[in-house]
């Protein structure tokens, strides 16, 4: 069970209580019609609202495994996916800039230069540390590259150099059974699922940075979906 609570800062909560007196009518009954109604002013701001949008947090039970290697498995999935995450989110907010400084580029030769450039920087900055990455650390990464961006890495690839490196790329990493085409349906595979746990639990006690995912899903209607789909296995 997964409880969403309200959460804001800096805000002064007043709660407007008005007693209705007998005899004055009209007045009376628009007073009574008042009563309880909760107001919110933010501060450095006068005017009153009887609502605000505030981010949602959810609060977690405790895990539950089936069995010891369902336990075994999840802590090690989690030991990889923490590892991999930041680089899938660094990856992420590269690429947007690299969309927003193209936007401002008028030639095509000139995106083409540029887009070498960026390229360039990004092999320098993590070809080294993911040279280190163990084959399943490896395939995580291509999937949280894709549930940050909703773009595979074969694809960005072939954007960012040629579609022969895409498939060049893509062939390397299947003699180390990676495809850089996964993608990342926490809907439809238990084990996206089981990351997309991880990470929303992660995110709660900020052992890693959020940053929202582009794709449309709630975390809350996946762990009902598994629940549901383990009872009827059971």
Known sequence: MYFVLAMGKRLLVILFGVVGFMGFGQVAEETLDSLAQQYIIMEGDSVLQSSIALNEVYVFGRLKFSSYNDKLRYY????KTMKVYP???????RLVE???SLEHI????HKRRFTRKVQKFIEDEFSEELKKLTRTEGQILVKLIYRQTGVTAFDLVKELRSGWRAFWYNTTAKMFNISIKEEFHP????????????????FADF??????SVLEYDYATLTNIWKEQNKSKE
């Open 76 to 79: 090690i999935l989690r030991r």
């Open 87 to 93: 680089y899938a989110k660094l990856a992420a907010e």
């Open 98 to 100: 690299l969309n927003d």
């Open 106 to 109: 008028k030639k095509n030769s």
């Open 187 to 202: 809907d439809l595979v238990h084990e996206d699922y089981l990351i997309e746990d991880i990470l929303q639990r992660a």
């Open 207 to 212: 052992s890693l940075e959020r940053q929202p």
